[in-house]
């Protein structure tokens, strides 16, 4: 399996960017996908994931109602759409992937790496 992550940037506060996480190796039905971000200086964080399955999502709650995350069937791609930006979510963001019928939150759930992509929030 290989995630290759796209679209971050730099952006001034209240500015919205879409990331987006390509999939490819596999057959991602049965697949739960994520997206975690990683601040300098701070440990990895959950951010959002979603059943590739039945599209069901799960967000952290300093996201909630601003990040919305999806998926895109036919382009084996996984979104993360973040409006409202605020400089507190400057971070490198990685997808990952895991075999699962659940929304998993821990790293340490996930066997699928990409690369990560930098969002840097201007004030």
């Known amino acids: 399996v290989q995630l290759q992550a796209s679209g971050g940037g730099l952006v001034q506060a209240g500015g919205s960017l879409r990331l987006s996480c390509a999939a490819s190796?596999?057959?991602?039905?049965?697949?739960?996908m994520a997206w975690f971000r990683q601040a300098p200086g701070k440990e990895r964080e959950f951010v959002a994931a979603?059943?590739?399955?039945?599209?069901?999502?799960y967000y952290a709650d300093s996201v909630k109602g601003r990040f919305t995350i999806s998926r895109d069937n036919v382009k084996n791609t996984v979104y993360l759409q973040t409006n409202s930006l605020k400089p507190e979510d400057t971070a490198v963001y990685y997808c990952?992937?895991?075999?699962?019928?659940?929304?998993?939150?821990?790293?340490?759930?996930?066997?699928?790496w990409g690369q990560g992509t930098l969002v840097t929030v201007s004030s």
């Open positions: 990952a992937a895991t075999i699962s019928n659940r929304r998993p939150r821990k790293g340490y759930e996930y066997d699928y």
């Open positions: 190796g596999s057959t991602f039905s049965s697949y739960a």
């Open positions: 979603i059943n590739w399955s039945n599209g069901m999502t």
